[in-house]
């Protein structure tokens, strides 16, 4: 007897998982369907057209009569797979150039043409290049790139050194690389042509200075962990290609820099000479193309 009742609560547990429902829209029109949620006014389900199962809503003031389990077996295969509704172009690829200044404050230099030197480093140029999968309409994976570049040269600066060596002239050549995966959201715009785009990547930053007094060459360099955030606006030109406009904020420190002048090497522990790190937070400004592939 038992068996007989367990097998009978399995045979009606298992008509109501393969029951499927009855939608009847105000043109009329039978949908068999799977309700998957009621709310705010609109009934979301699933169904079957054309051996591909897809997912839409409609309003309840659309809606005649709708039934559920009215089907005992569903129309909606076991193995049948969700068909994406974003039918757009995947790949986004973009590429942007422009002005970028780095935030960190100017401190502890109190010699004024060094100092002016110093404030001229802080801005330049930058270049960025991305490339993003959208596996859905507002939702892209991809990696990012960005890059700043600045130079400044005081002819007239004179240097002493420990060894007692004198040099005149004073130059530095300054570049900062950003490059990390990315998460970007994206709204559009109504007739679709324009985006609002927003990136968060998270990744390597390296950097470098390569510094000349006199006739002296160096080359400091380090690297950390950052973040970079983009906010831009698409203006589509054809279905292929946009015009973008784009503001960046990237952002980190370093702890300590590799010094190499003659072939040695000195390493510098920020923190512990100075009691502080080397921001590297810079915003940059820039104009592209977003090509989309």
Do not use: C
């Not at 039934?67 to 569903?74: C, G, H, P, V």
């Not at 955030?229 to 589509?236: A, E, N, P, R, T």
Request: hydrophobic fraction near 35%; glycine fraction near 8%; avoid cysteine.
């Amino acid at each position: 007897m038992r068996k007989i009742m367990i097998s009978t609560m399995m045979i009606v547990f298992m008509q109501h998982i393969n029951a499927q429902d009855l939608i009847i829209t105000s043109q009329n029109d039978s949908i068999n369907a799977k309700i998957t949620k009621i709310k705010e006014g609109k009934v979301n389900f699933r169904y079957m057209k054309n051996g591909n199962l897809k997912k839409t809503l409609l309003p309840l003031s659309e809606i005649e009569v709708y039934e559920k389990n009215f089907y005992k077996t569903s129309g909606i295969p076991s193995k049948a797979k969700l068909e994406s509704n974003y039918k757009g172009k995947r790949l986004h690829v973009g590429t942007n150039a422009g002005f970028a200044f780095r935030t960190a404050k100017i401190s502890g230099i109190q010699d004024e043409t060094l100092k002016k030197h110093v404030k001229k480093l802080k801005s330049g140029v930058n270049f960025g290049l991305d490339a993003h999968y959208f596996l859905k309409e507002r939702l892209g994976l991809g990696l990012k790139f960005n890059s700043f570049y600045s130079t400044a040269k005081e002819n007239n600066l004179v240097a002493s050194f420990p060894n007692g060596d004198v040099g005149r002239g004073l130059e530095n050549k300054v570049s900062i690389n950003f490059i990390g995966p990315s998460l970007m959201t994206r709204l559009l715009s109504k007739n679709k042509k324009h985006t609002l785009l927003l990136s968060t990547a998270a990744g390597y930053i390296s950097y470098k200075d390569e510094q000349t007094i006199g006739n002296r060459l160096s080359k400091t360099t380090g690297d950390t962990i950052g973040v970079s955030v983009d906010l831009g606006y698409d203006i589509g030109l054809t279905d292929y290609m946009a015009l973008e406009f784009l503001t960046s904020w990237t952002t980190g420190a370093l702890d300590e820099l590799e010094v190499e002048e003659n072939g040695a090497v000195t390493t510098i522990d920020l923190v512990d000479t100075t009691g502080d790190r080397e921001g590297l937070s810079r915003i940059n400004i820039s104009a592209g193309l977003r090509f989309y592939l």
